[in-house]
Each structure stands twice: as C-alpha cells, then as structure tokens.
C-alpha cells in the first residue's frame, strides 16, 4: 500500500487535476489518496463563518464565489457529462445553505469544523468521480467516519486504536479500487466533524499510513522537494536530496512550510519513508524523509516567516510570576489554536511572536489585555537559519533590522523588520 497526499495547490484548477490523474494512473499497487480542498478554499470557508458569525448579509455572495469556483472545475472536467457531479456537489452545498440560513449554534469550534470540512468532502468527491470517468476505480471514503478523534475542535486528537480498526474496514470495501479520502478532517465517534489543525492534510497521510503499514507516503508539492530556502525569494536555493526525520520535524517546526508538523512521529514510528516530489515534475527525485540521512543535511536551510507580530505583554499588577503568567498566557494562544512561533521573557515582560493573520488575532489580543498591558510590533519576519555559518547569517540578516535574536548551536532565529508600534 502507498498513500499520496495532494494539497490544496495541486488540486486547484481542472488543468491540476487532470494533473494529478496522470500521477495516480502511473501508480502500481495499492494506493490511498488523501486530498486537500482546492486551492485557498480553506481560507475563503473561514472567512464565510467570519461572515456568519457576524450576521453579515455578505455571506451569500461569499458562499456563491465558492460555489462558483467548484463548479467551474466541474464543467471544465466533466463538459457535457457533468449533470451527476454537478447534483452531488448540490447536494453537499445545500447542507451549507441550510447553515447559513440559519444562526450559529455560538459553538464557535464545532461551527468551524462543520462549515471547513466541506472544502474537502467537496474536492475529494469531484476528483474521485473524475478518476472514475477516466476508467480508474475509486472508492470514496468520508474521513468523518474513518478518522475517529476527540471532540476537541480544530485541532483533534486521533484515537489510532480505532482509526485503524474502520480504515482497515474501508479497505477491505475498497477492494482493489484506490481509496480517495479526505486530508485535514476527521470525526468524533458519533460522526460530528472534527479537524486536525491548518494544513493537516499531511498529517492525514501520515495518519493513514501509519495505521495501514504503507511501503510509502508521497507528498506532492508545487516545489521539487525540500530545499535549502524558498525558491521565490531565493534562487539559489538548492534541493536536499534526503534529510532524517529528525531533521524534518525541526524544519517544520521552525516554519518550513512543505510538511505539517505533526507528519512526522507517525511515520517514523514504524519507518515509512516520505517523498515529497514535484507535481510538476513526477519523474523527479524529490527529497526523501527517512531513518538514517547523510551529512548532505547539515547544510543552512533558511526559513523565513512573514507577517509575523511581536506581541509583548506585562502584567497590569506588575506581579509577574512565571509559571502563572505563562499558563495563562497560552490557554489563551490554545483557546484560539494560535501558535507561539518563539518565546523571550525578561524580569517584566513577555514577548511572544506569531503570525499576523486570520480572524483570531485580534480576539485573542482582546482576550490577553484582559490580564495584561499589549503592546505590538506587526509587519515583521522572523528568520531561521538551521545549522548556520557566520556566512549565512551575513548573507540573510546583516542589513536587517533585528528586534529579537535566539541562539542554539544549530540554529538561530531573528525577528526583523521596520515595525511600528501600536497598543
Ligand atoms: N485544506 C486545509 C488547509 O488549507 C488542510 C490542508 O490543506 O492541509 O488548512
Ligand atoms: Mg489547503
């Protein structure tokens, strides 16, 4: 068994899609697809249940740009044959409509969990008919049923015990038709939808590896591989041909943005090697996440985060106990699935930064000022170099403007940029 995991850019137009035919129909053996929503779907469903949320008639019209946007990918794939695709997506539509008509149940995480998950249960049921037209069986798998977590919403914890028992169900229905499932979503044992966090899609693939003993998992990016920057803003940079799973779990960790974090642990575990490959560029080499990697890895890797704010924070009474502050401090980074993206605390202060972005930042500063006096840099970067040189820190940061700097002797971290300071 193999699994490939498809993100939101490699399914994002009919042109990807077709795309990605091609890759699975050059695929031997038994294969599991996990796929994302299309494109930025993800982010224009956050954004309808902001507008929900709000009680904002703008709603309609957002939901219409989204219904829009499947359906054109449905008339380019499936031309005059596509009456049947066309009613299945209205018939998962309408479930959001009915949403929308009505008021949110004020349960903001379980609301989120419903409305996002439709980005993928809709592009999953597209791509696996297309795959069907094209003579390719296909077994469609809701993730709700088959990826069984706890209720904690928008970042769900897998119970793998019985994840395993209904994924090795859905395979033996499957027979020898590939499963298409869901990345990203999964559901409570009474089928209420859950999710596992932004970008989870990875760690689906890792899930469902892991749970099936894969021989692999392949994850195909808009990118050859891992690479020693972002090819964007960096031409130079260079593709590393294998890097250990350690060393993988740091560069996510730090902000790398080709795996989720959580991909990793699955798969080391039980030793399944990760690709990630190039859609663009199949036949490629990519980059091989495995058990034992060569030297090849110690070379800088640079991660740059944008949109990034500096968040300091006092405490109003100037009573400034560590532990209590901190625990506070990140039930409030928890409560709205915010992440820390590094930490320095002087006598008086904590300063914390994160990403400047999506429509909990400034509910969450709202929430923090209740016990502390906010101050904020935004519009900033915060720069990672892996196993730095004294080179690559002049090449990258010399010029810059540095607000904050961490040390470690593998790595090291600047937050930098021209801020403006807001309270
Ligand atoms: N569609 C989800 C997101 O954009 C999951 C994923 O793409 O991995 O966060
Ligand atoms: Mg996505």
Redo the contacts with the bound molecule.
Sequence with gaps: MIVYKF??ASVRSAEAIRNLAGIVSGSEGGLLLVI??FGK???ALESLLESWYRGSGDRYSMFRQIRDYHEEIITSLFGEGSDCVMNDFNRLASEIEVMLEGSPSGNYDPDYDRMVSF??LASTRIVSSYLESRGTGTFWADARQWLITDNTHREANVDFTLSGERLRKVLSQAGDRIVVTQ??IGGTKDGTATTLG?????YTAAIAANLLEASCVTVWKDVTGILTADPLYYPGAEKLDEISYQEAIELSFYGAKVI?PKTIKPLQNKSIPLYVKSFDDPGGSGTLIHGNAGAAELRPVLIVKKEQMLVSLAPRDFSFVVEDCLSRIFAVFFRYRMKVNLIQHSAISFTICMDNGGPFVSRLLDDLRGDFRVLYNSGLELITIRHYTQASINEHVSRRDVLVEQRSRSTVQFVVGCPHTSS
């Design positions: 993100g939101g994302s929503a779907m993800t982010n980005g993928e990345g990203f932004r970008e989870g899609s990875d989720h």
